[in-house]
């Protein structure tokens, strides 16, 4: 079974600064990984996602993330966040079978300050 | 545009009413999902539906049923046997069930009191 763990329960930010939003997994089989965001009262909409290939991912809205296989991370950066960045951000991850369903982090409230 | 609908957006029942919440898709999705959100918590899969007129339990079934007649529709009832109801409700859907990325609505808040 995957679990995921996002350390950071909030994270606030200035304007124009860079941010990391830290998410790490557990599992013993190969894995897809996913990055979420979701704005106030709204759904989750993809920012994200490794299947497989390079480790580096870029995603909508200038966010990237790494998968590190060796210490089982994806951690999600952007070098400059905005205003309209706020938001939460949910890694998920789930085994590469049909099988094998999405689990979902706790997510990180990213706040940003003007 | 192509999209989930979930309806209403907020909801409010008394305790011990059944209540059905909507969820429509026009992407031509083979699998739904439905979610609870708390907060802290993350999402918690309530059931899945990888086609039509078949669905599986999910981590949290107990307490809600749902139904596939369509493969646009997933509606999920909460039953008066769900202790604790009150939550946030999302439903999703992707192309199929091999873990593609998932599309969702914008929920429905479900106020029981």
């Known amino acids: 079974a995957q679990s995921v763990t996002q350390l950071d329960s909030q994270v606030p930010v200035f304007e124009e600064a860079p941010v990391e939003l830290r998410c790490n997994y557990s599992?013993?089989?190969?894995?897809?990984l996913f990055w979420y965001v979701q704005y106030p009262n709204q759904g989750l909409q993809l920012l994200l996602k490794?299947?497989?290939?390079?480790?580096l991912v870029k995603g909508i809205n200038g966010f990237e993330a790494e998968f590190n296989k060796s210490q089982t991370s994806f951690h999600l950066r952007k070098p400059s966040v905005h205003i309209s960045d706020t938001a939460e951000y949910f890694c998920?991850?789930?085994?590469?079978?049909?099988?094998?369903?999405?689990?979902f982090g706790p997510g990180t409230s990213l706040s940003v300050i003007p | 545009d192509g999209g989930i609908t979930q309806s209403p957006k907020y909801l409010f029942r008394k305790e011990g009413q059944n209540v059905t919440l909507s969820c429509e898709q026009n992407?031509?999705?083979?699998?739904m999902y439905w979610y609870r959100q708390d907060p802290g918590q993350g999402l918690r899969l309530i059931y899945y539906?990888?086609?039509?007129?078949?669905?599986q339990k999910g981590d949290i079934a107990e307490g809600y049923s749902v139904s596939r007649e369509k493969k646009e529709s997933f509606p999920l009832t909460v039953t008066s046997a769900q202790k604790n109801p009150t939550a946030f409700y999302l439903c999703?859907?992707?192309?199929?069930?091999?873990?593609?990325?998932?599309?969702f609505g914008n929920g429905t808040r479900l106020t029981v009191t």
């Open positions: 599992s013993s089989v190969s894995v897809y």
């Open positions: 999703a859907s992707s192309v199929d069930s091999d873990n593609s990325p998932l599309h």
């Open positions: 490794y299947l497989s290939g390079s480790t």
């Open positions: 992407l031509n999705h083979d699998a």
């Open positions: 998920a991850v789930s085994g590469v079978t049909s099988y094998d369903k999405v689990i």
């Open positions: 539906s990888q086609i039509v007129n078949d669905f």
